[in-house]
């Protein structure tokens, strides 16, 4: 018996049962039909409101005359959001192969037997706590090229370095990388240690029996076996790389020029500054298909594998 | 599976040893690195920040810029500093955890034992919504806050944050309830327990640990998030990211980058000390939120 | 009418019938098992008799009043589960009192009947700690108490002695039986453990795939099984089951088994069947039917010896069992313990032919 039914008082002779009785059946849906209703209006009806308004030719405000693609034609017009999915592709693919490096390797280190493990994880997993308005206003004076890093190191009498990337529009991008990457890797790291954890030592013992030397063991037992946590992690990490807006906005504000647009800070800035609700509707719905891409797989498999 | 170190070995191990060792050490200052040059930039005064070294401690250490940023600093056209926009965090927070968790707590026990036909399609809806880009309902929900007169209001703030955080306190609650033994309820049922009563003395005492991990993951995420506050406020009623990024985008006068710490260290500051108090549930509720199932 | 009635009962799960024209009697003070391997129903109809689980159709009544439609908690019983079901948030004490707590009891009323209770099951000294902090007997038995402080009209056991270790549970098995035998409590009892079912039941129910396979006493059950299933399921080890064919010689009726001419005389439950000659049957006798010459029953009426190579000897201490193969065919056997016996040898068995009971190959039911 894996779930009890509820006691069978809706599906077999309802002639029989009181007002009450009847009352008490429903309550469950009762219970749960607010939130439920809350769903479907705020969040698909939203939704579909979205896509209807991205076929209009709304601007400041909207207005419900559907004038087909026209608002996608112009979406793939802009150079703007080209720019954005550029972006978006050089900081999700560095985003998530450095999270998951450099997260995988901490974990494979942390789980040395580690005496100070205890001190060490929270330290690699607190910038998770932080906002991303916070990380971004603490890179942006870290990475600071007048007073940051770079002044540091000529007073460490390095006098030829330079890092101005935060003002260099060909680099900015890969500021947005670094401090997300600080802020998401330790995360990652703990992901990757609960895996780890995870695997039966007996195995390990196995191999080691059979002579497989630390890396084998690594390489050949171990990472496989991690799969899972691999999904996972891309698939949160993706998720986050397509929603991130604070960030950029904190650290670059989208700049310089336009160099760090995002599908996020552009939907933004076409919608609520530069009254193009059409257009910043298309982009919306743009990424919301993107997300869909990715979750909706994983989820229909994570529930599956649920049920058997 | 730590075992791979547990087996007798050889000299070389001290080395590698002490290799590990020194690996995590560094990593670790390059993950302090920004915590400390922000704190420690916080407590200089102006003139040593511009002529001197972030990485130095500061020679005289003072409290004024975080006096300045909590009661004197120009956010927009007010010079009233960050505590407001604090409170309005903290106005806003409060009843939105509540109020989420209270629901994720019902929903998880309605979708795990009291089943009815549709109950998947019901939670794989709730879910879903969980991933949605939020770029995909702003402008709906901006104008029906705007209808019902909730546009910039912490009112307004606390409903969006309830509606979209219901998916996953439902989440979290869902699953932990699923591992719930349902021969309790069972046995409540013939003890003469009914729907709420089960709920408020079999599963709801026995939640603690959930109940921690949700109320944790979320007012770290509605503390933190910027894209409704920005969106749905404005001026006066913003919530503290909001005006953190204000105060330190704007460019009016002369820069202050200690004033600008200390205004973050406060933004970061509830996030941080529920983290150092409860860091085990904090990643607990990360992970449920990541690998569901 | 008996005391607890349960009527052309079906329950079907999406297609699939998981309990098929169920028919049970019970008096009152009966002891019911349910017994069959694991996905029979057993615990099916127990959830169906409590209420937990809505019925295809049928009828249940207790003491004459029909219960399909009443709510697990109107319905007069109490439930002891596999897992016990404490609430773990709760004291022992609470935990049996919540019932009543649930019921409105008042809390004089209910501090004495739990006092009572936990009296009978002897676990006053544990009324004020966890379920946590018990061990897996003593919970057990805060969970009997939670049921019996109900004093229902009916008490049902979900597999509740699973979950302990061998010498608990033979412990916990008598308990209950003392406990049956004090109250006269009306119990239907689950399990697939047939040795449960045999000492505990007055009354014993067997199940196979949502079907009833035979209702009997535990003796009935075990001396004459109404099917192949029946008397494989109960016994351990298991009966041995020889093919064989009716033959007559000279005018007498025999059995013979398996390929050789091993010739046995017809078995006396089926001495007035008149069966055809060169009839195929299964002959069925149980371990303790086939044993070593000084182990014979001088009552016995009719036998046979029959040589046999052993393959396997596995002592038990009181006695040893014996794997035997008989034309390809193994067996086993229940000898004396100080009989010397070891594998590879050729040792005579003494088959009581008594106690042998014959099938119909075919529709796999016991020859009457």
């Given at each position: 018996?894996?779930?009890?039914?509820?006691?069978?008082?809706v599906e077999?002779?309802?002639?029989?049962?009181?007002?009450?009785?009847?009352?008490?059946?429903?309550?469950p849906?009762?219970?749960?039909?607010?939130?439920?209703?809350?769903?479907?209006?705020f969040?698909?009806?939203?939704?579909?409101?979205?896509?209807?308004?991205?076929?209009?030719?709304?601007?400041?405000?909207p207005?419900?005359?559907?004038?087909?693609?026209?608002?996608?034609?112009?979406?793939?017009?802009?150079p703007?959001?080209?720019?954005?999915?550029?972006?978006?592709?050089?900081?999700?693919?560095?985003?998530?192969?450095?999270?998951?490096?450099?997260?995988?390797?901490?974990?494979?280190?942390?789980?040395?037997?580690?005496?100070?493990?205890?001190?060490?994880?929270?330290?690699?997993?607190?910038?998770?706590?932080?906002?991303?308005?916070?990380?971004?206003?603490?890179w942006?004076?870290?990475?600071?090229?007048g007073?940051g890093?770079?002044?540091?190191?000529?007073?460490?009498?390095?006098?030829?370095?330079?890092?101005?990337?935060?003002?260099?529009?060909?680099?900015a991008?890969?500021?947005v990388v670094?401090?997300g990457?600080?802020?998401?890797?330790?995360?990652?790291?703990?992901?990757?240690?609960?895996?780890l954890?995870?695997?039966?030592?007996?195995?390990?013992?196995?191999?080691?029996?059979?002579?497989?030397?630390?890396?084998a063991?690594?390489?050949?037992?171990?990472?496989?076996?991690?799969?899972?946590?691999?999904?996972s992690?891309?698939i949160?990490?993706?998720h986050?790389?397509?929603?991130?807006?604070?960030?950029?906005?904190?650290?670059?504000?989208?700049?310089?020029?336009?160099?760090?647009?995002?599908?996020?800070?552009?939907?933004?800035?076409?919608?609520?500054?530069?009254?193009?609700?059409?257009?910043?509707?298309?982009?919306?719905?743009?990424?919301l298909?993107?997300?869909?891409?990715?979750?909706?797989?994983?989820?229909?498999?994570?529930?599956r594998?649920?049920?058997? | 599976?730590?075992?791979?170190?547990?087996?007798?070995?050889?000299?070389?191990?001290?080395?590698?040893?002490?290799?590990?060792?020194?690996?995590?050490?560094?990593?670790?200052?390059?993950?302090?690195?920004?915590l400390?040059?922000?704190?420690?930039t916080?407590?200089?005064?102006?003139?040593?920040?511009?002529?001197?070294?972030?990485?130095?401690?500061?020679?005289?250490?003072?409290?004024?810029?975080?006096?300045?940023?909590w009661?004197?600093?120009?956010?927009?056209?007010?010079c009233?500093?960050?505590?407001g926009?604090?409170?309005?965090?903290?106005?806003?927070?409060?009843?939105?955890?509540?109020?989420?968790?209270?629901?994720g707590?019902?929903?998880?026990?309605?979708?795990?034992?009291?089943?009815?036909?549709?109950?998947?399609l019901v939670?794989g809806?709730?879910?879903?919504?969980?991933?949605?880009?939020?770029?995909?309902?702003?402008?709906?929900?901006?104008?029906?806050?705007?209808?019902f007169?909730?546009?910039?209001?912490t009112?307004?703030?606390?409903?969006?944050?309830v509606?979209y955080?219901?998916?996953?306190?439902?989440?979290?609650?869902?699953?932990?309830?699923?591992?719930?033994p349902?021969?309790?309820?069972?046995?409540?049922?013939?003890?003469?327990?009914?729907?709420?009563?089960i709920?408020?003395?079999?599963?709801?005492?026995?939640?603690?640990p959930?109940?921690v991990v949700?109320?944790?993951?979320?007012?770290?995420?509605?503390?933190?998030?910027?894209?409704?506050?920005?969106?749905?406020?404005?001026?006066?009623?913003?919530p503290?990211t909001?005006a953190?990024?204000?105060?330190?985008s704007?460019s009016?006068?002369?820069?202050?980058?200690?004033?600008?710490?200390?205004?973050?260290?406060f933004?970061?500051?509830?996030?941080?000390?529920v983290?150092?108090?409860?860091?085990?549930?904090?990643?607990?509720?990360?992970?449920?939120?990541a690998?569901?199932? | 009418?008996s005391?607890?009635?349960?009527?052309?009962l079906?329950?079907?799960?999406?297609?699939?019938d998981?309990?098929?024209d169920?028919?049970?009697?019970l008096?009152?003070?009966?002891?019911?098992?349910?017994?069959?391997?694991?996905?029979c129903?057993?615990?099916?109809l127990?959830?169906?008799?409590?209420?937990?689980?809505?019925?295809t159709?049928?009828?249940?009544?207790?003491?004459?009043?029909?219960i399909?439609?009443?709510?697990?908690?109107?319905?007069?019983?109490?439930?002891?589960?596999q897992?016990?079901?404490?609430?773990?948030?709760?004291?022992?004490?609470?935990?049996?009192?919540?019932a009543l707590?649930?019921?409105?009891?008042?809390?004089?009323?209910?501090?004495?009947?739990?006092?009572?209770?936990?009296?009978?099951?002897?676990?006053e000294?544990?009324?004020?700690?966890?379920?946590?902090?018990?061990s897996?007997?003593?919970?057990?038995?805060?969970?009997?108490?939670?049921?019996l402080?109900?004093?229902?009209?009916?008490?049902?056991?979900?597999?509740?002695?699973?979950?302990?270790?061998?010498?608990?549970?033979?412990?916990?098995?008598?308990?209950?039986?003392?406990?049956?035998?004090?109250?006269h409590a009306?119990?239907?009892?689950?399990?697939?453990?047939?040795?449960?079912?045999m000492?505990?039941?007055?009354?014993?129910?067997?199940?196979?795939?949502?079907?009833?396979?035979?209702?009997?006493?535990?003796?009935?059950?075990?001396?004459?099984?109404?099917?192949l299933?029946?008397?494989?399921?109960?016994?351990?080890?298991?009966?041995?089951?020889?093919?064989?064919?009716?033959?007559t010689?000279?005018?007498?009726?025999?059995?013979?088994?398996?390929?050789?001419?091993?010739?046995?005389?017809?078995?006396?439950?089926?001495?007035?069947?008149?069966?055809?000659d060169?009839?195929?049957?299964?002959?069925?006798?149980?371990p303790?039917?086939?044993?070593?010459?000084g182990?014979?029953?001088?009552?016995?009426?009719?036998?046979?010896?029959?040589?046999?190579?052993?393959?396997?000897?596995?002592?038990?201490?009181?006695?040893?069992?014996?794997?035997?193969k008989?034309?390809?065919t193994?067996?086993v056997?229940?000898?004396?313990?100080?009989?010397?016996i070891?594998?590879?040898?050729?040792f005579?068995?003494?088959?009581?032919?008594?106690?042998?009971?014959?099938?119909?190959p075919?529709?796999?039911?016991?020859?009457?």
């Amino acid at each position: 018996m894996t779930t009890i039914e509820p006691v069978p008082i809706v599906e077999q002779r309802q002639h029989r049962r009181s007002f009450v009785d009847r009352l008490g059946s429903m309550l469950p849906k009762i219970v749960l039909a607010p939130s439920f209703a809350i769903t479907l209006i705020f969040v698909y009806g939203f939704i579909l409101w979205t896509v209807y308004l991205s076929f209009t030719r709304s601007r400041i405000l909207p207005v419900y005359e559907l004038v087909g693609f026209d608002a996608y034609y112009r979406l793939w017009s802009q150079p703007n959001w080209y720019m954005a999915i550029k972006n978006l592709a050089i900081f999700g693919v560095l985003y998530i192969g450095l999270c998951i490096a450099i997260g995988l390797c901490i974990a494979i280190l942390m789980d040395q037997r580690i005496r100070a493990e205890g001190i060490l994880r929270p330290i690699f997993l607190y910038p998770m706590a932080l906002s991303f308005v916070v990380t971004g206003t603490a890179w942006k004076w870290f990475l600071n090229p007048g007073l940051g890093l770079e002044k540091t190191m000529h007073n460490l009498g390095w006098e030829s370095f330079k890092f101005d990337w935060l003002v260099n529009t060909d680099m900015a991008i890969y500021t947005v990388v670094i401090a997300g990457v600080w802020q998401a890797s330790g995360f990652v790291m703990a992901m990757f240690l609960a895996g780890l954890r995870g695997i039966d030592g007996e195995i390990i013992k196995a191999a080691q029996i059979d002579g497989a030397p630390t890396i084998a063991i690594y390489r050949r037992i171990i990472i496989p076996l991690l799969r899972p946590v691999f999904l996972s992690a891309i698939i949160v990490l993706a998720h986050m790389a397509i929603k991130s807006y604070d960030l950029v906005i904190a650290l670059t504000g989208g700049g310089p020029g336009n160099a760090t647009e995002l599908p996020s800070t552009f939907m933004y800035s076409y919608t609520f500054t530069r009254s193009q609700m059409a257009v910043g509707s298309a982009s919306a719905v743009m990424m919301l298909m993107g997300i869909t891409a990715i979750i909706v797989p994983y989820l229909y498999s994570e529930l599956r594998e649920k049920r058997s | 599976m730590s075992a791979a170190t547990e087996t007798v070995s050889g000299g070389s191990a001290r080395t590698a040893r002490i290799v590990i060792y020194a690996l995590l050490l560094v990593l670790a200052a390059v993950y302090l690195l920004p915590l400390y040059v922000m704190l420690t930039t916080s407590l200089k005064p102006l003139d040593e920040i511009r002529a001197g070294d972030m990485l130095a401690l500061p020679r005289q250490p003072s409290l004024a810029s975080w006096y300045k940023a909590w009661g004197e600093a120009c956010i927009g056209v007010t010079c009233e500093g960050i505590k407001g926009y604090f409170w309005n965090s903290i106005k806003m927070v409060v009843p939105a955890v509540a109020i989420s968790t209270i629901l994720g707590a019902l929903n998880g026990y309605v979708l795990t034992k009291w089943r009815f036909p549709g109950h998947k399609l019901v939670f794989g809806l709730m879910l879903f919504a969980c991933f949605i880009p939020f770029q995909a309902v702003l402008i709906p929900m901006a104008r029906v806050l705007g209808i019902f007169g909730l546009a910039n209001s912490t009112a307004g703030l606390i409903f969006v944050h309830v509606v979209y955080g219901l998916g996953f306190t439902t989440l979290f609650f869902r699953n932990y309830y699923e591992a719930f033994p349902d021969e309790l309820v069972k046995a409540a049922m013939i003890d003469g327990a009914g729907f709420f009563k089960i709920f408020w003395r079999i599963l709801l005492p026995n939640s603690g640990p959930i109940i921690v991990v949700t109320v944790i993951y979320q007012f770290t995420n509605i503390w933190n998030d910027f894209l409704f506050g920005v969106s749905f406020s404005s001026g006066g009623a913003s919530p503290m990211t909001v005006a953190l990024n204000n105060l330190v985008s704007s460019s009016t006068g002369v820069k202050e980058y200690n004033v600008d710490m200390a205004a973050a260290v406060f933004a970061a500051l509830p996030t941080l000390l529920v983290y150092i108090v409860a860091g085990r549930y904090f990643v607990r509720g990360l992970m449920a939120g990541a690998v569901k199932g | 009418m008996s005391f607890l009635q349960v009527k052309n009962l079906y329950k079907k799960i999406g297609s699939n019938d998981v309990l098929k024209d169920i028919n049970i009697e019970l008096e009152k003070g009966g002891f019911l098992v349910l017994v069959g391997p694991s996905g029979c129903g057993k615990s099916t109809l127990l959830n169906a008799i409590a209420g937990l689980m809505p019925l295809t159709s049928g009828e249940i009544s207790i003491d004459g009043q029909v219960i399909n439609d009443l709510h697990p908690s109107k319905r007069d019983i109490a439930m002891v589960f596999q897992s016990y079901a404490l609430y773990p948030n709760m004291t022992v004490e609470e935990n049996i009192g919540f019932a009543l707590e649930m019921r409105g009891v008042e809390k004089a009323a209910r501090a004495a009947a739990i006092r009572n209770v936990a009296k009978t099951l002897q676990i006053e000294h544990l009324l004020d700690r966890r379920p946590s902090q018990l061990s897996g007997g003593q919970r057990q038995r805060v969970a009997m108490g939670r049921a019996l402080v109900r004093q229902p009209r009916v008490f049902l056991f979900d597999e509740p002695l699973s979950n302990l270790d061998a010498k608990l549970r033979v412990e916990m098995r008598a308990e209950i039986k003392r406990l049956h035998h004090k109250t006269h409590a009306t119990i239907i009892y689950v399990t697939h453990d047939q040795i449960e079912a045999m000492t505990l039941a007055t009354k014993i129910v067997v199940l196979k795939e949502g079907v009833i396979q035979q209702v009997g006493t535990p003796a009935e059950i075990y001396n004459r099984p109404a099917n192949l299933f029946v008397a494989d399921f109960m016994g351990s080890p298991a009966m041995n089951m020889f093919k064989g064919s009716v033959v007559t010689t000279n005018g007498v009726r025999e059995i013979e088994i398996l390929d050789n001419n091993t010739r046995v005389a017809m078995p006396s439950s089926v001495a007035d069947q008149d069966l055809p000659d060169g009839k195929e049957i299964i002959l069925g006798l149980r371990p303790e039917g086939i044993t070593d010459e000084g182990l014979v029953d001088p009552t016995v009426v009719s036998m046979a010896k029959i040589e046999a190579d052993v393959t396997l000897v596995e002592p038990t201490g009181s006695d040893t069992f014996v794997i035997a193969k008989l034309d390809g065919t193994n067996f086993v056997g229940r000898v004396r313990a100080d009989v010397s016996i070891a594998p590879d040898q050729r040792f005579t068995f003494v088959f009581n032919l008594d106690k042998a009971v014959l099938f119909d190959p075919s529709s796999g039911l016991r020859l009457v």
